[in-house]
């Protein structure tokens, strides 16, 4: 038997009992003739100490031990003097009689503690020295916490987890596809899935009514901030439900997690907010609702005084943000080239501060008398003390997105997001279909296998653009703080209406029978009505771990260029490799 007791279990009852820990030497060292040794395994951390007068030969072994070297130690469990109480073993140490070394370790490249002096590269590289720490540890212990709460709450449901092929085939929609070349069929490909939509789809076909899946996806996107090539789902799908059904199934869940993960009682049932809504309020279909600064239109209002900007736009909008009235002039400076800086993209920002006794100070105080700022600030429902920030353009929805972003950004400076609080709600009522200016075409807001809303079919068989552009959908996103933790559809459940869908989507017959014909044939065999969502995983453990970004919740996550620095992929293949396979690469760039 290597161990008697983990690192992390003993306390003040184990006194006088005599152990047997094995771990990693997180830290040696003397004291005294005394040596202290830190020890950690995945459970915590035990002190051990080889007194000055210990045989020689042990004293000799302690002194000689090296960071991360993997030992066994026997000893008896003492009180100790200096207690500390920030570790959950701090009240004992073990006075150790024996040390077997298992193996040894060269010097790690970074200190493997809670705090480690190692920077993000280093680190990754060195990923499974860095999953030694902590804060890692604790990390990937809350997403199996998480992921067995959900298989939990599931098949208390009745719902089957079932796995779907990693292979499949290439039909891109929104992101690209990974693909792997076929040896077997030279010069055709599969595809990796960017989710299991038409797999679950498929299953519902088969009458298996209540499925669910937590399964990787893969999404070859240009990688921004904190994404992740491969990253994991929580892949849902129910047959013979209304949007009803879906959204108290999954809301359930998402209590559930709450309660059992955190103890954090969210209202039940959920707030919800029609797409538009939050587009009017928040200028985001995945509003942080954690504090208010909702967004005012001002078109009508702020018109009409000779300012060219504001006369020739078409949307004008403002956020007043609370207390800023004491912004001084180089705040303001900065504020607005903080607006416009690319990530946001306004040409300018105008400013209204209502001072606390009521008077205006603004920058466009040229052509706007006190009585038409009274008028604005009123619009904008601006109090006394605020700081009233107008943008303007010819698009609203463009003009909305910014003064989103802007609003984010004064929440978090004013410190109104906190990431404990959680103000999880949904949005519904998305509209079904986008326009593109650029390819002059319709997009599928959220997927084209997306049902119209049934009041609106008649509008989805019309070829006007206006029609078309009004219809929504039975779709719907979980959001938390500002994050879209989660989304989904009821969906298409006719051949023929799918079929209009693609026609709607400027697929042609011939390329929706080659890319999806499957999935229409199967509408052909008695579908079911149906419909379902899927959750980000990591990002539901990433925000339940109260932090922003997703990679540490990932035991080997891929770096910002979608690289795995730790085995140095992606990476070339032999020649041999290439010929099997018969491929042959342009070289030329
Ligand atoms: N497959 C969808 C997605 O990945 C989710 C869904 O509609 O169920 O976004």
Redesign the pocket.
């Known amino acids: 038997m290597y161990r008697t007791h983990t690192c992390g279990e003993l306390r003040i009852a184990n006194a006088g009992q005599t152990v047997t820990l094995a771990g990693w030497v997180q830290k040696a060292r003397k004291l005294g003739g005394m040596t202290f040794i830190d020890l950690r395994d995945r459970y915590g951390v035990t002190q051990l100490v080889v007194e000055a007068d210990a045989p020689a030969e042990l004293v000799g072994t302690a002194t000689a031990l090296g960071r991360e070297f993997v030992i066994q130690a026997t000893g008896e469990v003492l009180e100790r003097q200096a207690k500390n109480p920030k570790m959950p073993t701090g009240d004992i140490e073990i006075k150790v009689s024996a040390i077997n070394v298992l193996n040894k370790s060269v010097t790690p490249p970074f200190t493997i503690e809670d705090e480690s002096d190692g920077g993000e590269d280093l680190r990754m590289k060195f990923r499974y020295l860095d999953l030694r720490r902590g804060p890692l540890k604790k990390a990937l212990m809350l997403r199996h916490r998480i992921a067995h709460e959900v298989r939990n709450y599931l098949d208390g449901l009745g719902f089957m987890e079932i796995e779907t092929p990693y292979l499949i085939k290439s039909t891109p929609e929104g992101a690209r596809d990974f693909v792997v070349p076929s040896r077997m069929n030279p010069g055709q490909f599969y595809a990796l899935p960017?989710?299991p939509?038409t797999f679950k789809q498929l299953l519902m076909v088969a009458g298996y009514d209540r499925y669910f899946q937590i399964v990787r996806?893969f999404r070859d996107e240009d990688l921004r901030a904190d994404r992740q090539p491969e990253f994991t789902?929580i892949?849902c799908?129910m047959s013979f439900v209304e949007q009803e059904d879906v959204l108290g199934t999954f809301e359930g869940m998402m209590r559930t997690l709450f309660k059992n993960v955190l103890g954090v009682d969210v209202p039940n049932p959920l707030p919800r907010m029609s797409w538009y809504d939050a587009m009017d309020k928040y200028g985001s279909d995945k509003p942080d609702v954690r504090f208010g600064m909702e967004i005012h239109e001002l078109t009508d209002v702020a018109k009409g005084k000779g300012f060219g900007v504001l006369d020739g736009a078409a949307y004008i909008g403002a956020i007043a943000v609370p207390g800023a009235a004491e912004y001084t002039r180089k705040q303001i400076d900065e504020l607005t080239e903080w607006v416009k800086r690319p990530q946001v993209g306004a040409k300018g920002l105008i400013y209204i501060r209502v001072n606390a006794d009521g008077s205006f100070k603004s920058s466009i105080d040229k052509f706007y008398a006190p009585e038409d700022l009274a008028k604005i600030a009123a619009a904008a429902e601006a109090k006394p003390g605020d700081l009233l920030l107008v943008l303007s353009g010819d698009a609203k929805r463009k003009v909305q997105t910014m003064l989103g972003v802007l609003r984010l950004e004064m929440g978090g400076r004013l410190g109104l997001r906190d990431p404990k609080v959680f103000a999880p709600l949904w949005i519904v009522d998305f509209p079904l279909l986008e326009w593109d200016d650029e390819t002059q075409r319709f997009y599928a807001m959220?997927?084209p296998f997306t049902a119209p809303k049934p009041e609106h079919e008649k509008w989805f068989y019309s070829n006007k653009k206006e029609d078309l552009e009004r219809v929504c959908a039975n779709a719907y996103d979980f959001v938390l703080n500002g994050n879209e933790l989660g989304?989904?559809?009821i969906r298409i459940h006719n051949a023929d209406m799918q079929k209009r869908m693609f026609e709607v989507l400027g697929i042609g017959p011939e390329e929706a029978e080659y890319k999806f014909g499957f999935i229409i044939h199967a509408f052909q065999y008695g579908a079911p009505p149906h419909g379902?969502?899927?959750f980000g995983f990591d990002r539901v453990c990433a925000l339940f771990g109260g932090q922003d970004t997703i990679r540490d919740y990932i035991a080997f996550p891929k770096n910002n260029q979608g690289r795995d620095v730790m085995i140095d992929s992606p990476s070339e293949i032999d020649q041999s490799q290439l010929d099997e396979l018969k491929l042959i690469l342009d070289k030329s760039e």
Request: net charge negative; aromatic share 0%.
């Open positions: 960017q989710s939509q996806c789902q892949d799908e959220h997927h989304g989904g559809s379902g969502l899927a």
